[in-house]
């Protein structure tokens, strides 16, 4: 785990309250020169901690009005495979590496039920693909990618 401080966490919460703000608003908020501010950052970043930065996207005003989270059953042997062609779709927000009754849940958006219904047949038509089982989200109570530090 790398060594980080609360100078260090508090530049990361700024960060993730908007990572457009200035090295100057981001000293002012923590309480340290920007110099400071420009040089942890330029650490955490080697450290692999601040990987990149990235818009948050409202999904529904892009026409994405479809969540669904899909359980993979697969063989084995082939499970870093199909992980790897699954996060190559552009639908795909997530692909995890699961215990217990799937192998990979996958996240993915889609604009209608037809393109959900294609990409769940393409899954399907995967090689090494036993089954999959598909949940549709109803109402999005949170979703982040944030936790409090």
Excluded at 71 to 77: D, F, K, L, P
Excluded at 104 to 115: G, P, S
């Amino acid at each position: 785990m790398a060594k980080i401080d609360e100078v260090d966490l508090g530049i990361l919460r700024e960060l993730q309250e908007d990572a457009r703000k200035s090295l100057k608003e981001i000293a002012e908020k923590v309480g340290v020169a920007e110099g400071t501010v420009y040089n942890r950052m330029n650490k955490m970043k080697n450290l692999g901690i601040i990987k990149k930065f990235i818009p948050v996207l409202d999904y529904h005003t892009l026409g994405y009005d479809i969540t669904a989270i899909i359980g993979i059953t697969a063989e084995g042997g082939q499970i870093v495979e199909i992980e790897e062609e699954i996060a190559k779709e552009k639908n795909v927000t997530a692909v995890y590496d699961v215990t217990g009754d799937f192998d990979i849940l996958v996240v993915a958006k889609f604009e209608n039920r037809e393109k959900l219904n294609e990409f769940v047949k393409k899954l399907l038509s995967m090689k090494s693909v036993k089954k999959t089982y598909t949940m549709l989200v109803l109402n999005v109570v949170k979703e982040s990618h944030l936790i409090e530090l």
